[in-house]
């Protein structure tokens, strides 16, 4: 299969089986690295770091050089373009016309997306905000795999920041894909968000089942805030909701993927609160409880404090591994969409995600997320607000580029007012006639002084369910 | 023709056979792209920028790339070598020993000549300050005659910050040693300076008439505030002052030169003007004027807000072609540069810039230009400042190095003093005898303090005209 | 021979013979440059600038493009990794899983040699805060065999910061193991450090005489501060203490060594002393004196003030030749450690630096160098602080990292608390009893308090000299 063109924004834009081809293919570089030397000969990648790393620019560079290609890197591009107020869809353009594959990096949650729709080349996302890290995750992935060979079945947990580590984000709607049971052990405080556990369950099937009260009291270690498991592997918790965790891990866990604390993303507030000094550390004394005997230790790097040196030399411990095998998987990834090589795509069930519809009417939602592209004063010239209904009860609009969502108060309907009321009347959105808006019809407002704004009236299912 | 080891500081660097020669061999390597991935194999590009840029410094790097060559980049020495107070020509030296040829961009003008003047390896001025940025020039012309096929006798419009922006000086000389015709169009405040103007009549022949009002009113664009008119075309204005500047627009423009304005230069007393709030945008309304019809909008980017979104897709939009094109053209002029290639140069005429006398006394005037590198601390030590002297009424003297011009108010002749009379007299720049002093006897002096604490005497032609 | 996955943290890495065999590496490179280009094809450098530094990164880039190879750079790491506080552990090991080879330089001293212990790579040090620079050293060893053919006998004047100038220590312990003889000529408060010295005299032989007074009084020149003789070249002004230093320069000096003053090292207090103010100037003047008839002018670069212009003509300035000469040192270097060339070893001495034993015991003194990676809040989690014995008396520890010395004041024994006495006690660290103690049981303490609170109590010989 020939992936040459393709982008990878999200960890969605690959299906398990690409995934799997990906990875064979990454495991006969390794093999033989002398022979990629000329694989990407005569290709340029333009590596653009609008926020500073170290690491995952280093990764991509190495893998390009070592498919015999070349790198034209912008790594603190804050100073520069943007300092001009260059818009991103600008940027993009311009190095499309350069280059023959972009790596981007962006503080803003969705710009890869931007940068995909305009470039005119294939685009990789290599960390967008909050938002996804999908090289990250086909990294960790990879790993799993080449230590247990398959990924379904295993319970992984995840430990630490939960909220705004993106890579486990992009992580989770992978280890959800492959059908793995994933335990949510996450910092106080930092939860995995709402839109997270709503898109792992509505597109990915299975169900989350929140523990109410976790019999862990040690406090070197996390509760289990949540359960996830996967629809073919029925969930025995689901019934008895008042059992302790522990009886989950009795067989222990296969993978505890750590995360640091990202306290540059933290709200003011957050800072306040100290999330930092409640965060536990994973160490020798953690590792010798008999729930984490074959468990694999993983984190992306950089650790702070949460991953103790004494186990570095433990053979659990897989971080640099991770670390080490992002070239490979890198030269896999760059070589495929570059169409320098196709891949061998095993036959494997990968779930497809919902067709949702589309929002289409006016007024576009500003979106409430503060890091989204598509609120930034430099991209509102060019880039509508888009957004796909996700939900209808509670009705949910989700953000195309953030993939944030939000729930409407206020709806009205395009087909009533144009075609059947001589007024144009809005509702709640959560009364009983709102679900009969079809949805290209639907047009939603913050607030009852938006709807007034634009002329419409309230209905007698405004202020309660009916 | 080889032009092996030749510099490209200022675009009188190169001839317009020259430059035809380069366009021609842009679009033979832009045609057979893998063809050229040997064309520069084992040679380094430096590609120092000191100050800010992704673009050109992306562009230079992947034509280098496109040639199989390789790169170093210092992309923000500001905060190294020069934090240490290193010189420009020391910096020139040891690059110079490690690279075959330098890109350089710095925020003094007249730097890329220091760099050329010490590197013995071929240079190229990729921006200082606002004096020239003369590749840009060069994919500018590139793109006319792509599309145009020539660029004698066009109607190039240029528009905004024609004050700040070094793309349009570079710009306007190129276009006029072509034979075009240029409509000036400033933000009011941002006009022309007049050294460019004086550099453009005295050197390129043709003639400005400045109108003194324009019957524009139309609030979304600027006043024509003068015109160039080559040599060849003679000007119908010139009889009819007062016409209004729309008589020369019937037939429209050819192209319309867009600029951002370049606040990062505005002193502070602009900053204070607002200037950028009276900057018109150029939108799809503006180009529904039937002046606009077969006009190309161009534009060096980034833009901020004078170029509108809406007409990114329209057919006349040039600004992305400019952009890509800069790949080949930058392509051609490596390889010329590094001897790998040789042009042919077409038989055309390429007007001749005057030879002009040097300025050969003490004392060396300071260039008044603050941002010229001849007056820097860490350059004085061993840069003397050096002038043409390029006119004589008013006597007008050009630092060599940022070309900007001034006029002394005093003079005095080393041949009188020496030879003729028992005491030194100065006498006023202005006045009748000083017409009589041979260039390479004249003392200049800014003011008679200075003249005085020389040991020079006031003659009789001090004080006003004689 | 092969120095395949050898490091170069400090000078003393490679014997004479070593040295010698890069040297002709390099001038067989040199004389066939184009030759070169597959050397290390397919290779990855990575460059690791946590300091600002053009010229050093440049060169090594320069040298690895001109072998062929790749080159992945971090040149301003400080604003990533750094930021989110990394240490120089992980990121050692995890950049020495995508490249071939490491070039580091870091603020901290030590880190070199820590990025060397970890990164199962090759690795350079390009420059560790104040400690070394030895491929600086390199170039400079090769520019005078370059000149002189030999280094045996020489007269080297270093002149300006030598308490500062990382380059300077190197250099003054590769001279010494060359046999070269040196005169110490420090700007007034930047004197050659203690531990510099004593690790002179201790590894390398000879002798230093410290001159008491320097009849020397021109204004425009440092007195000479003392000399270093090597073994086999008999100082005869130990004899003569008081005899002026000029007696010593009669002959001339072969090479005057000149660095800037390291004012971003300086101290608060020293920054007031305005130690920069009191710094003479090499010049054209200068080198009218007959003592510099034949002295090469040497310099690292960047200069400021302490070399003038007017001497850059000068067929004595070595300077740049020193730059230009660094390129195929380093390609001989990387070539070297990659195993892509082999080098032959002349038959050469190369003085053997004395074996000293380890501080094995608790506790571990912190080291008292602010500048040391051992103390670092991001490398004490992993990072043990490690110590030699290299003298006695005064009893004086030197940490591997950054090799300065110190000399605790209070001192236990393992063998007597452990073996013979029923309590533990502690003795002054000059006191006759501590001599006795053998190296391995050598317990040292920075203060009583120290002492007392790990429940050691003092012993007769506290308190004086028994």
Redesign the interface.
């Known amino acids: 299969m020939n992936l040459k063109d393709r982008n990878l924004v999200t960890i969605d834009d690959l299906s398990n089986g690409e995934i799997l081809g990906l990875f064979s293919l990454a495991t006969d570089m390794f093999d033989d690295?002398?022979g990629q030397?000329d694989v990407c000969?005569?290709k340029?990648m333009?590596s653009l770091f609008f926020e500073?790393?170290?690491?995952t620019?280093?990764?991509f560079?190495?893998a390009m050089?070592?498919l015999g290609g070349?790198?034209?890197?912008?790594?603190?591009?804050g100073?520069?373009?943007l300092?001009?107020?260059?818009s991103i869809s600008?940027?993009a353009?311009?190095?499309g016309?350069?280059?023959d594959i972009i790596v981007i990096r962006h503080p803003w949650e969705g710009a890869a997306k931007v940068v995909a729709d305009y470039a005119g080349i294939p685009v990789i996302n290599a960390g967008d905000g909050g938002h996804q890290h999908p090289t990250q995750t086909l990294l960790d992935l990879y790993t799993i795999i080449k230590e247990r060979h398959d990924i379904k079945g295993l319970k992984i947990a995840l430990w630490g920041d939960l909220k705004y580590g993106r890579t486990t984000h992009s992580l989770i709607f992978a280890l959800a894909r492959f059908g793995a049971d994933i335990l949510f052990c996450p910092s106080p405080g930092l939860e995995v968000p709402a839109h997270v556990i709503e898109k792992l369950v509505n597109e990915y099937g299975g169900e989350v089942e929140r523990l109410k009260d976790s019999a862990r009291t040690d406090d070197n270690r996390f509760s289990i805030d949540a359960i996830y498991t996967t629809p073919n592997s029925p969930h025995q918790l689901a019934m008895m909701p008042d059992l302790s965790a522990q009886v989950e891990l009795k067989d222990g866990v296969d993978a505890l993927y750590v995360t640091?604390p990202q306290k540059?993303r933290f709200t003011d507030k957050e800072q306040g609160q100290n999330l930092k000094a409640k965060y536990p550390v994973v160490n020798k004394k953690l590792l010798q409880d008999k729930v984490f005997r074959k468990t694999m230790v993983m984190h992306p790097?950089?650790?702070?404090?949460e991953l103790?040196?004494d186990i570095?030399a433990d053979e659990r411990s897989m971080y640099?591994k991770q670390?080490?095998r992002g070239?490979p998987v890198r030269m896999a990834l760059l070589a495929a969409l570059l169409g320098a090589k196709e891949i061998n795509v095993p036959d494997v069930e990968s779930p497809k995600p919902p067709v949702y519809h589309e929002y289409q009417q006016e007024p576009r939602p500003t979106c409430s997320n503060p890091r989204c592209v598509s609120i930034q004063p430099t991209e509102t010239?060019?880039l509508k607000p888009e957004y796909k209904i996700v939900n209808t009860e509670p009705l949910t609009l989700r953000c195309v580029y953030c993939e944030h969502g939000f729930e409407p108060k206020f709806v009205a309907s395009t087909d009533w007012h144009e075609h059947k009321l001589d007024t144009k009347k809005y509702h709640s959105a959560d009364s009983h006639w709102a679900k009969f808006i079809h949805p290209e019809n639907l047009i939603v407002f913050n607030s009852e002084e938006e709807a007034q704004s634009l002329g419409f009236k309230p209905s007698q299912f405004v202020g309660g369910r009916h």
């Open positions: 690295m002398p030397l000969k005569g340029i333009a500073p790393s170290t690491r620019r280093l990764s560079e190495a050089h070592r070349s790198v034209i890197t912008a790594s603190d591009v100073a520069s373009s300092a001009k107020g260059e600008d940027t353009k311009i190095v016309s350069y280059a640091r540059e790097l950089p650790r702070v404090d103790a040196y570095d640099f670390a080490a070239v010239p060019y």
